[in-house]
């Protein structure tokens, strides 16, 4: 099993960015699809962003970040990040890292960050 961290939420003004990172322990990091999920709410909880190491490498981003956020991996760290740009209201939400093995559904969950973005 793998356990994830999350850190880096906070309170940002509109048009602010933050970084959020990930800390991965206890299984082989590339054998793990990574991803980003984010809940506001009242809302469903929802992949926004995915990287996975097959094909040397590819990502997916929900249509609400695409151009905004960017998915990234520091394989030596044990860490995936996710960077946010040109925030909104609506990003608000608590964020959380998860994990997959291949050909499984996420499994593995971090306990979530809070980011609030203000007007």
């Known amino acids: 099993q793998v356990q994830l961290v999350e850190s880096g939420g906070g309170l940002v003004q509109a048009g602010g960015s933050l970084r959020l990172s990930c800390l991965a322990s206890g299984g082989t990091f590339s054998s793990y699809n990574m991803g980003w999920f984010r809940q506001a709410p009242g809302k469903e909880r929802k992949l926004i962003a995915h990287?996975?190491?097959?094909?040397?490498?590819?990502?997916y981003y929900a249509d609400s970040v695409k151009g905004r956020f960017t998915i990234s991996t520091d394989n030596a760290q044990n860490t995936v990040y996710l960077q946010m740009n040109s925030l909104k209201p609506e990003d608000t939400a608590v964020y959380y890292c998860a994990a997959r093995g291949y050909g499984t559904e996420y499994a593995y969950w971090g306990q979530g960050t809070q980011v609030t973005v203000s007007s």
């Open positions: 990287f996975t190491w097959s094909g040397g490498g590819s990502t």
